[in-house]
């Protein structure tokens, strides 16, 4: 008999970019000048997740922020937090 494969299951956005985001605040970074680029998938699993704290997602002039940042979701195939934003 084979052995089914074992399917990895990604860590929540919450998780992952939470830790992300506070290590470039810790070091220094502004959070304004951060952008968490989103895959549809992560986005939606990021608004979905029971276990973020409402704080930590809010909704400004039609944009939505985690933790400070802006996040913006669609147009990328891998998610990641971009530190470069102007």
């Known amino acids: 008999m084979s052995k089914s494969p074992v399917l990895k299951t990604q860590p929540s956005p919450a998780i992952l970019f ?3 985001i506070q290590t470039a605040l810790a070091g ?3 959070a ?3 952008t ?3 895959t549809l998938n ?3 699993r990021l ?3 029971d276990s973020v704290p409402l704080e ?3 909704y400004k002039d039609g944009e939505m922020r985690f933790l400070g940042v802006r996040v913006m979701e669609g147009g990328v ?3 990641a937090l971009d530190q470069s934003a102007k």
């Open 18 to 20: 939470g830790r992300e």
């Open 28 to 30: 220094g970074a502004s």
């Open 32 to 34: 304004k000048a951060m």
């Open 36 to 38: 968490l680029r989103l």
């Open 42 to 44: 992560d986005g939606r």
């Open 47 to 49: 608004r979905r997740d």
């Open 56 to 58: 930590q997602i809010s």
């Open 77 to 79: 195939t891998i998610s």
